[in-house]
Structure formats: structure tokens, C-alpha cells
């Protein structure tokens, strides 16, 4: 028999968040609610708890629900909810800050395809496990560590100076993610899109996001310049892996750099 | 822990030299390009820590713009002071690391703990009140002080139960722990009401029983009324009943650096400012004050303290 008077804190805490945290509830005391909560005037100590309970799982779904905004749109505000109440009971944060609440959400659709078990896939688990890594990704360069306002090349600026900015990001999708993100933003409701590749830079300049769809060449080019690759390496390689015509891209090429620049792809080196 | 820490007294005697900055306004994301814009002039700004401490983007940018035009002080919500997990010293590096950017008047959170098991429930749950909890939560803010060097300021949460365990009235346990360890007091007027009206307590006997001369701050929000229970919103104009208490905590504590929360349906900033403002009427009693009469609408169920403005809201 536990002497229920005299309860160390931590056994009174871990009981709490046990009846918090999970979403039926089990006490790993041999306790009721009311041995450890006093009743009031109104409410009885069963209540007083379920005041705490229901604003844990709240409080959390909304944060998930500002993380993914747009993919809440594309699954339906009820399936969103009971794919993000599923990932809070297996994932609670560990973290002290809700920022990252949502990171493993992605990785958590993927696990719990509703067809993880059937030969035939369906299409759009995999459009939803797309789009909440792009907002998940979203919000991490948002916050990333990096320096907006400097190094910012003009017209006069060799091609040997310029490299891409930390803050540029390449995505390769199955579905047109890019768009669908911008026309939810939009306020367009989009439908449910056709699989269909897709390519997007999201870049930040002075602290904002940008969020660009590229051709399939545009992304080959910035993802050689960011794996290492001078512009003159890049635009060889771009050259001989689409076979194009190198006086054709060097006419065309003046518009790329200009539109690369104005839209944060590229900066000048650091010692530049 | 082996290391002898410093005594109360390094502590209670800067809190006492802490002067009244005034009026101030918590600052939040939708509020950022006006407040660069118009420099309105608010006496303070109140940040919560945890949205800025990671920040390497636009939030940290705006706050060390902020923090050279107006004095800030930094308001933590993950301190987990009361947690029988150990101190999150992680945390506490990238809090010290923020305080010596943005230098702050001080440096509070709040008396509660967050979660246990390195999990992190992200409420403001309330800890037990007795000689056990109220040893280790004094130890704790003890070892906290030292590390930050400087004292922490703790405030009383909204709290929506009692536990069968406790032995000491919650203004006994804050006096005691100030006492012990010098740390200052944050009193949240409206979360006084709030828990008196769901715990059975008369909150002008806790402002009264308070260490007056401890308290450094005052916060002040509006509440959402459920009938039989209250929740702390933070989402609306503060009620009558509340503006009194604080009142009478102001006339108790000779005034004090006083802030208005507003985290939920967050309305344009001077309708937020003027809100603020009403507390001048309520500094010399409430002769002067017009009032309105309470009307309590039951409401359906809401989530206390809400967290929209936890988390980042990108700008395209
Ligand atoms: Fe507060």
C-alpha cells in the first residue's frame, strides 16, 4: 500500500503527465484522480484534470495545425486532426521550444500510409508526405541561421565572385508542390493536384521567404553552383548534360544571372 | 551538487535596486512592422524567450533592432522550474547567450513545471506545495541564478487544480522561496483570479499576503469564463474584477513595472496599447476608474495560454 499523503513530487508529476500525455490515460500508481486532486465548490477533481488534459492535446493540435497550414488544407481539417492527435500520443515534444514540434511529422505520414500494407499504392499519401516536408522546410529557413543583408552582387559583379546563398534551397518533387503552396497561399483553395515532377528554389532576403518554381535546367545549374561547382563548372556541365548549344545558353544566360540574383539565389563570396 | 552556492542576499539586493520601467507590451510577430515603423511609445517590451533564443532569422533580427530602442525584458515559458527532471542546462546556455544580446531588466518565467521524462507537455502545470517541493524548487533557483548571474524573476500561474499533497498556501510558498533564494516575484494579477475562482481562494487575501517589496512586475490579461471554471486567454480585454486587484497591488507595491498579455485574437497595436494604458486610472484606487458592469457569458471550452504566437510566423 502507498501512502498517498506522502507521495514524492516526482511519483505526483509523473502520475500528472501520464494522465496528460496519453490519450486514454494510465496511471502507473494504484491511485484515482481523486486520491491526488482535491474537489472544489464546482467542480469535482475528476474535472479539474480534464481541464489540463484537453488543453494539452489543444494547445498542441493547434500549434501542429500553424506548422502545417496548407497540408490541414489539402488533408481536410478532421483526417489532419486525427494524423496529428496520432503522431502527438507516439511523438510527444521533447523540446523546449514548439518550433521543431512538427519535425518528424513528415517521416510520420510516411510510416502511416493508409496503404502501407496494400501492393497498390495510392497517389496522394504521397502527395501529402511531400507537401509536409516542404513546410516543414519551410519553416526551418525561415528561422536558419544566416546573414540577409550582406554580399549582395550587382551587375558589376564577375560570374567567378558569385556563389549560392546558404539560405537557397533546391526541392525535387512527384507533385506540384511549389504551386500548390503558393495558390494555397494565395488564398485559391487548390485542389487536389496530378502527379506531376516539379522543381522549387525557396530562397530568403532580407528575412522574408521566397518561394520560386524552376525549370528542370535551372535546378541542375543552382544544384551544381551548391554542391561546390563554380558558374563557368556549372554552366559546362549544364551544357554537355542537356546538349545545348553553348552560344544559345550564353545569350539566355545575362537573364538567368540577373533573375538568380534579384531573387536571392546567388551572393558574392564572403571575401569578395 | 558540490559547489557552495551564493547566498539569498546576492540576489534580493539587486532585485530591490530594480526601478519601475513603467507601463509595457508583450511583443509579438504581427506587431513587428509597426512598432519599426512608428516607434510608438510603449515604456517596455516583454519577449518570450523561447521564440527567440533559436532564432536565426527574421524574429532575432527584429528583436535586436527592438532592444536598441526600447527596454526589454525576457519572459520565459520553459524554465521548468519545479520539474524533478535535471536542469536543462541547454537551455539555460541559450537563455544566458540571448540576455547577453539583448541585455534585459531581468529575466523571468514562471512557478511551474513543464514536463518530467525529458518530455515537455508545453503547459504551465502546477507544482505541489509543500516542504518537499518547496526545498527542491529552492534549490533549483538557487543553482539557476548562479548560472545566469542574476536573480530570476518567478511568476504565479493560472492553476486549475489543487493537489491533495499540498501543505502550504501558494503566497506562503512564493514568500518562502523568495525569501530563500533573493529571486523577485512577477505577480500576474489575473492569473491570481483565475485560480482563486477555480480553487476556492479570496485573491485579495493572496495579494495581500504577498512579500510586497519582492515584486517586481505585475502582469495583467483577460480571461475567458466558463461558468464553473475560468481559463487564463490572454484573448480579450481585462474584466473589472481584475483591473480592482490590481489596484490594490498597486497601491501595496508602491507600483511596479506592469504588462498587459494579449496572445490570442491579438488585435491591431494601439487598440492593444490602449488597453494597456487603462490601468493609469486604476494606480490611485478605484475612485477614479469608470467601470463596467461584469457580464459572465459561459463559454465553451478554450485553451489556456495559448501558443500561436509559439510559433514562427513565416513572412513571405
Ligand atoms: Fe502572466
Given amino acids: 500500500m502507498i501512502n498517498k499523503e506522502v507521495l514524492p513530487i516526482a511519483e505526483i508529476q509523473n502520475w500528472m503527465q501520464a494522465m496528460l500525455i496519453q490519450h486514454v490515460p494510465i496511471s502507473h500508481l494504484d491511485v484515482t484522480t481523486a486520491d491526488m486532486v482535491n474537489d472544489s465548490k464546482r467542480l469535482s477533481a475528476a474535472q479539474h484534470l480534464t481541464i489540463y488534459r484537453q488543453s494539452y492535446i489543444a494547445r498542441l493540435r493547434a500549434c501542429m495545425q500553424s506548422q502545417f497550414k496548407c497540408l490541414a488544407h489539402a488533408l481536410g481539417e478532421l483526417l489532419f486532426q486525427d494524423f496529428a492527435d496520432e503522431y502527438l500520443d507516439s511523438n510527444p515534444s521533447a523540446s523546449y521550444t514548439l518550433n521543431n514540434l512538427g519535425e518528424k511529422f513528415p517521416l510520420f505520414l510516411e510510416m502511416n500510409r493508409p496503404d502501407a500494407e496494400s501492393e497498390e499504392k495510392e497517389e496522394w499519401p504521397d502527395f501529402m508526405i511531400e507537401l509536409a516536408a516542404f513546410e516543414y522546410a519551410l519553416s526551418e529557413i525561415f528561422d536558419m541561421q544566416g546573414t540577409d543583408d550582406i554580399n549582395i552582387p550587382d551587375s558589376n559583379t564577375p560570374d567567378h565572385l558569385l556563389i549560392t546563398s546558404p539560405t537557397l534551397h533546391l526541392f525535387e518533387y512527384k507533385f506540384p508542390i511549389c504551386s500548390y503552396y503558393l495558390d494555397f497561399n494565395a488564398n485559391l483553395s487548390p485542389n487536389l493536384p496530378f502527379p506531376q515532377k516539379s522543381h522549387c528554389a525557396v530562397s530568403r532576403q532580407n528575412y522574408k521567404l521566397g518561394l520560386f518554381n524552376l525549370g528542370i535546367d535551372q535546378y541542375y545549374f543552382l544544384n551544381c553552383i551548391k554542391e561546390g561547382a563554380s558558374i563557368q563548372e556549372a554552366k559546362d556541365k549544364l551544357i554537355e548534360f542537356y546538349n545545348f548549344e553553348r552560344s544559345n545558353f550564353e545569350k539566355i544566360w545575362p537573364i538567368w544571372r540577373r533573375n538568380f540574383i534579384v531573387s536571392g539565389f546567388l551572393v558574392c563570396k564572403n571575401d569578395a | 551538487?558540490?559547489?557552495?552556492?551564493?547566498?539569498?542576499?546576492?540576489?534580493?539586493?539587486?532585485?530591490?535596486?530594480?526601478?519601475?520601467?513603467?507601463?509595457?507590451?508583450?511583443?509579438?510577430?504581427?506587431?513587428?512592422?509597426?512598432?519599426?515603423?512608428?516607434?510608438?511609445?510603449?515604456?517596455?517590451?516583454?519577449?518570450?524567450?523561447?521564440?527567440?533564443?533559436?532564432?536565426?532569422?527574421?524574429?532575432?533580427?527584429?528583436?535586436?533592432?527592438?532592444?536598441?530602442?526600447?527596454?526589454?525584458?525576457?519572459?520565459?515559458?520553459?524554465?521548468?522550474?519545479?520539474?524533478?527532471?535535471?536542469?536543462?542546462?541547454?537551455?539555460?546556455?541559450?537563455?544566458?547567450?540571448?540576455?547577453?544580446?539583448?541585455?534585459?531588466?531581468?529575466?523571468s518565467d514562471h512557478l511551474c513545471w513543464t514536463g518530467i521524462n525529458m518530455l515537455n507537455t508545453h503547459d504551465l502545470l502546477p507544482v505541489v506545495l509543500n516542504e518537499e517541493s518547496l526545498k527542491h524548487i529552492i534549490g533549483r533557483i538557487k543553482q539557476v541564478q548562479d548560472y545566469l548571474e542574476r536573480p530570476l524573476v518567478i511568476e504565479n500561474p493560472s492553476t486549475y487544480l489543487t493537489f491533495k499533497q499540498s501543505s502550504i498556501a501558494e503566497w506562503d510558498f512564493l514568500r518562502y522561496m523568495a525569501e530563500e533564494t533573493g529571486c523577485g516575484l512577477l505577480l500576474d494579477v489575473n492569473n491570481v483570479y483565475v485560480s482563486a475562482f477555480n480553487n476556492d481562494f479570496d485573491p485579495v487575501h493572496y495579494i495581500k499576503q504577498l512579500p510586497h517589496d519582492r515584486i517586481v512586475q505585475m502582469h495583467i490579461a483577460g480571461h475567458q469564463h466558463c461558468g464553473d471554471y475560468i481559463i487564463d486567454t490572454h484573448d480579450r480585454n481585462v474584466v473589472d474584477d481584475v483591473w480592482k486587484l490590481f489596484s490594490l497591488a498597486w497601491e501595496l507595491t508602491g507600483g511596479v513595472a506592469t504588462l498587459l498579455e494579449w496572445d490570442g485574437n491579438i488585435p491591431d497595436f494601439n487598440t492593444y496599447h490602449a488597453e494597456l494604458l487603462k490601468a493609469k486610472q486604476f494606480m490611485n484606487g478605484m475612485e477614479h476608474a469608470s467601470t463596467t458592469p461584469i457580464q459572465i457569458k459561459k463559454e465553451n471550452f478554450t485553451v489556456s495560454n495559448p501558443v500561436s504566437f509559439l510559433v514562427n510566423d513565416i513572412k513571405f
Fill in chain 2, 1 to 107: 551538487m558540490s559547489e557552495i552556492l551564493k547566498p539569498a542576499s546576492t540576489y534580493s539586493d539587486i532585485v530591490k535596486t530594480i526601478s519601475n520601467p513603467g507601463l509595457g507590451l508583450g511583443l509579438r510577430s504581427m506587431h513587428f512592422d509597426y512598432i519599426l515603423e512608428h516607434n510608438p511609445p510603449v515604456d517596455w517590451f516583454e519577449i518570450i524567450s523561447e521564440n527567440f533564443m533559436d532564432s536565426g532569422g527574421r524574429p532575432r533580427h527584429i528583436l535586436r533592432k527592438l532592444a536598441d530602442r526600447y527596454p526589454v525584458v525576457m519572459h520565459g515559458v520553459s524554465l521548468s522550474i519545479g520539474s524533478t527532471d535535471p536542469i536543462n542546462w541547454e537551455y539555460l546556455a541559450k537563455l544566458k547567450a540571448l540576455a547577453a544580446e539583448i541585455k534585459p531588466l531581468w529575466v
